[in-house]
């Protein structure tokens, strides 16, 4: 609404209408509204009355689904239904784009009204080849599209298990058409499934012949250019088992006071990479490596990540290294960059080292435990103390390791990641590392590229607390302004059952980190000035950074030009967008094979935890294997059931069950879709792993029939199943 139409509705008038116009301010400042189109305001989060919106599939009714063109919200995108009996949505057909009229259905769904048709075309899709009946039809590899596709073309269709790009034919038909335009692989060769989300997501893969040649030109570097040398230093590298490129190396040594020295040593990808190479324009392009279980998509390529600028023990290596003191509390006192040359004397791993620091070394690692290992953890005691008066947020955040056969084609287990103290021995290292190099970027007034992480928005804080009040943690909204006290909340889950889904939820209330060219300093760990300067082999902003450093110390060829200081920018834009689609890649990815590897544990049941409740039914967490999966209304217990979203439960009206966010749930499997990840659960009467009955089957406070006047505020008619 524009301020006229507030203006009436709450009929101020007169001199009133500039304290409305200065309310809408600050409404405005604190993000509790966003401004539209022309003077319009409206709730952040809601669509537009008038919007563009796609035609994506035809659901179960008939009726046509469509979604905002160009989403960019968090979460998947809000539902709007075009029924099949209006007049109006008649010429609608699956790739359709029409603007449309909007109102609301209900908490993320809408009814659309179409406007103006502007586009009708075939949505191009990504698709496996299935056989049924005798019959070869198309699976879209979204989850969300559910629809099997008839295959049109009059060619014999490819093989069964073959990936392909396809396009949907407009029409009306419960089982839609469409045309295969490419055959990408097929679903048993190696790599196919993160192959799938490659092309899904358009992630760059092959490197340009212009840019592998200079990779493959590059030559070891000695001591020149005035390169410090530092190969005196037992420099060690500890990483997982199964990392490839390692382009950061450690150590610790005392100072007379009881303070700590800490060399943090990189590997140095700007003299390699220069700006405007081919190597350049396309570490720029793909803006990051992207990791999957079954390879790695990387940013630059072999002969730079796995070897000249990885940090292995077999040879002498280019680095920029960030040399740090600090006093016996943690704090540090000083810092220098130092561009030098280095050999590692060790590749540790993350299990091996911690084990020799609890008295179990190994052949490889009892030498190293006096002079290298205890030193590092001595020192990391330091900054871990100095983490603790510092505050930052931290999570518990339960990271899943994909175990391959040999070949990399199949998963043969799902396990949870151990965490270690040699992990944030490695963090706090790091972290120390990018403080100074964002501090001396700041002090030198040279361009950055910072690493920002805004203050959380009010309404999402006041969201939480609420599904944590239901849970029985009390937190008043009002008084968390800082990441210490998001902490607290994820500590006084830690002896509950809801610790996990506690620290999921603290983190989706989080803003999103980016890159940006101003600093607003880093909210998440309570840090003023803050900058990605570890790991320039896979991150294009790391690049910059160590560019920009060169330059502004003097520190040789290889710096960042003064004219790439005006587009800094746009690539900080960029490689923001690249990021987030990796991040959606790998998580696609992990499903998928999440998927695969349960597909042989159909009708089996598992113990689970309800991570969100929606109109379609309840999601569920399978904690053995850390993937989720729906429960559709369908397979709920038969009642009507209704949607409470402010207590985050599904009400069953008749028999008073509640199923509500947090939940442990037994369920079983009914289905698991490798191609789009998709698992689908019944549930199930039984007791949960302590004996106890499952929590499913809570009376409600509510009377079990309907009461008069309808029901209750905020809970939504669910459908008869």
């Known amino acids: 609404m524009d301020r006229r139409e507030l203006a009436r509705a709450f009929r101020v008038k007169g001199g009133a209408r500039a304290d409305l116009k200065q309310t809408l301010r600050e409404l405005e400042a604190e993000g509790l509204i966003n401004r539209g189109p022309g003077r319009s305001v409206g709730v952040p989060g809601a669509l537009p009355s008038v919007t563009v919106v796609n035609v994506v599939r035809v659901n179960s009714d008939g009726d046509l689904v469509a979604e905002p063109h160009g989403w960019q919200g968090d979460g998947t995108a809000p539902e709007i239904l075009f029924y099949a009996r209006d007049r ?38 990504l698709a496996v080849v299935a056989e049924q009946d005798g019959a070869k039809l198309l699976r879209a590899a979204d989850k969300r599209d559910r629809n099997e596709y008839r295959i049109d073309g009059g060619r014999t269709p490819p093989a069964t298990g073959s990936i392909v790009w396809a396009s949907a034919r407009p029409g009306r038909r419960s089982t839609p058409s469409a045309t295969i335009s490419e055959v990408l692989g097929h679903l048993d060769q190696p790599n196919a499934i993160s192959a799938m989300a490659i092309a899904e997501h358009d992630i760059p893969c092959d490197f340009p012949d212009e840019a592998v040649a200079e990779a493959n030109a590059a ?9 410090e040398d530092l190969r005196h230093i037992p420099l060690v590298t500890i990483d997982g088992a199964d990392a490839r490129d390692f382009d950061d190396a450690v150590h610790a040594e005392p100072l007379p006071d009881g303070g700590w020295r800490i060399t943090v040593a990189i590997a140095d990808v700007a003299w390699y990479v220069r700006p405007g190479s081919a190597l350049d324009e396309e570490a720029e392009t793909r803006g990051n490596s992207v990791y999957f279980p079954d390879r790695v998509v990387p940013m630059l390529p072999e002969a730079l990540s796995n070897d000249l600028c990885s940090l292995r023990p077999d040879g002498d290596r280019a680095c920029l290294a960030a040399v740090m003191d600090f006093d016996a509390e943690g704090i540090k006192r000083g810092h220098r960059f130092v561009r030098g040359l280095m050999r590692s004397v060790a590749r540790l791993i993350y299990e ?31 900054l871990a103390k100095a983490r603790a008066h510092r505050g930052p947020l931290e999570l518990e955040m339960a990271e899943r390791v994909f175990e391959m056969d040999e070949e990399r084609r199949h998963l043969q287990a ?23 190099a964002a501090e001396t970027l700041v002090d ?36 968390i302004t800082r990441p210490r006290q998001f902490t607290d909340l994820v500590r006084k889950a830690a002896d ?32 003023a000035r803050y900058a990605h300067f570890t790991s320039p082999i896979r ?38 967008m690249t990021e987030r689609r990796a991040s959606a890649a790998e998580r696609q990815v992990q499903e998928r094979f999440a998927a695969a590897y349960l597909a042989s544990h159909i009708g089996e049941t598992f113990q689970g935890r309800i991570t969100g409740v929606h109109k379609a039914g309840i999601f569920v967490r399978v904690e053995a294997v850390g993937a989720e999966g729906l429960v559709p209304r369908s397979l709920l217990p038969d009642d009507f059931w209704d949607v409470d979203p402010g207590r985050h439960l599904l009400i ?26 998709s698992l689908i659960f019944s549930t199930t009467g039984s007791s949960d792993a302590n004996g106890a009955p499952a929590r499913r089957a809570r009376p409600s406070s509510r009377p079990s029939s309907k009461p008069r006047g309808g029901l209750p505020k905020g809970v939504r008619r669910g459908k008869r199943r």
């Open 652 to 677: 069953g009206r008749r028999t008073g069950m509640e199923f509500r966010l947090g939940d442990p749930l037994e369920v079983i499997l009914r289905e698991a879709v490798p191609i789009s990840g």
């Open 539 to 576: 991150r294009y902003s790391d690049l910059i950074v160590h560019r920009s450093l060169i330059a502004s110390l003097g520190l040789g060829q290889g710096g960042l030009p003064e004219d790439e200081h005006g587009r800094l920018d746009k690539v900080a834009e960029h490689i923001s």
């Open 88 to 125: 109006n949505a008649r010429d609608l057909a699956v790739g359709s784009q029409v603007l449309a009229r909007l109102s609301k259905r209900g908490e993320a769904s809408y009814k659309g009204d179409v406007i103006r048709h502007l586009k009708a075309g075939p949505k191009r899709f």
């Open 219 to 227: 030559e070891p570097v000695g001591l020149i250019d005035g390169r």
């Open 414 to 436: 799902v396990s949870p990641r151990t965490r270690l103290d040699s992990h944030r021995l490695i963090e706090d290292f790091m972290i120390a590392a990018n403080v100074a």
């Open 444 to 479: 030198k007034r040279a361009p950055c590229l910072f690493r920002i992480h805004d203050k959380p928005d009010p309404l999402r804080i006041e969201s939480l607390t609420g599904v944590l009040g239901e849970m029985g943690i009390k937190a008043s909204a009002s008084a």
């Open 352 to 382: 091996e080292v911690q084990a020799a620091i609890d008295g179990q070394p190994n052949d490889k690692t009892e030498p190293l435990l006096e002079p290298v290992i205890k030193p590092l953890y001595a020192a990391y005691a330091l």
């Open 496 to 527: 509950t059952p809801y610790a996990a889904l506690v620290s999921e939820l603290v983190l989706r209330a989080q803003a999103q980190a980016v890159y940006h060219q101003e600093n607003i300093g880093h909210f998440g760990l309570a840090l």
